[in-house]
């Protein structure tokens, strides 16, 4: 009942930086959690970050692999999440993915329900 929409998605050399955008329609308040997930071509799908629209502090996670480069927030007033991506490095290049569920803060696919269409990151050397 979430739909998802991606945008931001290009081309960057490594050190460089991007920011992602996920705009949600349709029945967002009960759906409460925002995350964004990444993929590679024979890897799994793999969770980068998530956040509530419900607490005070969004209570942000984040892959260990991106910790200190990347940061998810948020805008209510927009129904809009971001992901801020900062040092990216070529191993950060992925179609990365937005996702809306509900109840707690989840990095597991298992958690949610609505997806975005993706959107392809690359970072050369």
């Known amino acids: 009942q979430v739909q998802l929409v991606e945008s931001g998605g290009g081309s960057v050399q490594a050190g460089g930086s991007l920011r992602l955008s996920c705009v949600a329609s349709?029945?967002?308040?009960?759906?409460?959690?925002r995350a964004w997930f990444r993929q590679v071509p024979g890897k799994e799908r793999e969770g980068v970050a998530v956040?509530?629209?419900?607490?005070?502090?969004?209570?942000?996670v984040y892959a260990d692999s991106v910790k200190g480069r990347f940061t998810i927030s948020r805008d209510r007033a927009r129904n809009t999440v971001y992901l801020q991506m900062n040092s990216l490095k070529p191993e950060d290049t992925a179609v990365y993915y937005c996702?809306?569920?509900?109840?707690?803060?989840?990095?597991?696919?298992?958690?949610?329900?609505?997806w975005g269409q993706g959107t392809q990151v690359t970072v050369s050397s």
């Open positions: 996702a809306a569920g509900a109840g707690s803060s989840s990095l597991s696919t298992w958690s949610y329900k609505s």
């Open positions: 349709g029945n967002t308040k009960p759906n409460n959690i």
């Open positions: 956040v509530s629209t419900w607490t005070v502090d969004g209570s942000p």
